[in-house]
Structure formats: C-alpha cells, structure tokens
C-alpha cells in the first residue's frame, strides 16, 4: 500500500502529542502505523508541500533534522501543476472549509492514488466526500 501521511501527523510523532489519560496518545498511534507500515513493505511518500509546513512549525535545528530524516526514509512525490489546478477546484468545491494546502495534499493522493493518512477532521470528511482512501494512523492498525 501507498500512504501519504499529513505533516500533523508526523508532529503527534516527533513532538510526542496526546494525553494518556484520555487513552493511547496520538504519538503513540503514530508509531505503531508508522512500524507497521515498514512492517509490510508500505510505501510512505512526502511531498515539497509537508516539508514547507514542517518548516513553519519547527525550530530551524529541528527542521533540518526532521526533513533530513523524511528524505532518507521516505520517497519524495512531485506536485505538479494539474494538482494545482485541481487543488482550485477542490477548494472551491469544499466552499473553503479547507485550506488550499490541504486541497493540493487531497489532489496529489488523487492523481497518485495515494492513501491520505490525517488527523485533520474537515479534510478527512472532504476526502472522503472526493472517493479519497484515507484516515487516522489508528485506522490502519
């Protein structure tokens, strides 16, 4: 299987987000697909798109890491300039209840029939609207 994991869930990962008490923290379910993942020969793909995203959320010592990290272990995807244009129409489908970065994420998994792993409500529910495979990291345990 081919995944595209959304930068929100590589931040649960490295940043080590959730609460225990309100059951397995989001890091922790991270792992465990991440591990499976590799388990079963999953490819996991990035794209320029979550490097940028990573790169607002993370110190530059962390992003340097961090991004280092993703181009070892996991395969780069191009965005071309359809996923741009399809993107736009996405965004104006979903009546901007998305980002227009969450739209181009949408339209590289839907020309690369690439499954959208994601914690982000909204863009789960227009995914799936779009016929997108997709989900949390639990779902695929």
Same mark, same amino acid.
């Given at each position: 299987?081919?995944?595209?994991?959304?930068?929100?869930?590589?931040?649960? *990962?490295?940043?080590?987000?959730?609460? &225990?008490? =309100?059951?397995?923290?989001?890091?922790?379910?991270?792992?465990? $697909?991440? %591990?499976?993942?590799?388990?079963?020969?999953?490819?996991?793909?990035?794209?320029?798109?979550?490097?940028?995203?990573?790169?607002?959320?993370?110190?530059?010592?962390?992003?340097?890491?961090?991004?280092?990290?993703?181009?070892?272990?996991?395969?780069?995807?191009?965005? *071309?300039?359809?996923?741009?244009?399809? &993107?736009? =129409?996405?965004?104006?489908?979903?009546?901007?209840?998305?980002? $227009?970065? %969450?739209?181009?994420?949408?339209?590289?998994?839907?020309?690369?029939?690439?499954?959208?792993?994601?914690?982000?409500?909204?863009?789960?529910?227009?995914?799936?609207?779009?016929?997108?495979?997709?989900?949390?990291?639990?779902?695929?345990?």
């Amino acid at each position: 299987m081919k995944f595209y994991v959304d930068t929100n869930i590589y931040l649960n *990962l490295w940043k080590k987000e959730g609460d &225990a008490t =309100k059951g397995t923290p989001y890091w922790k379910l991270a792992k465990d $697909f991440m %591990d499976k993942a590799e388990r079963e020969n999953s490819i996991i793909e990035f794209s320029g798109l979550i490097l940028k995203e990573l790169e607002y959320k993370l110190t530059p010592e962390q992003f340097k890491e961090k991004s280092d990290l993703l181009k070892s272990t996991y395969q780069k995807v191009e965005v *071309l300039e359809e996923d741009y244009n399809n &993107a736009r =129409k996405l965004e104006s489908k979903s009546r901007f209840d998305i980002s $227009f970065y %969450d739209c181009l994420h949408i339209a590289v998994c839907k020309r690369l029939n690439l499954v959208l792993v994601t914690r982000d409500r909204l863009m789960l529910d227009f995914a799936k609207s779009e016929g997108l495979r997709c989900g949390k990291p639990e779902e695929f345990l």
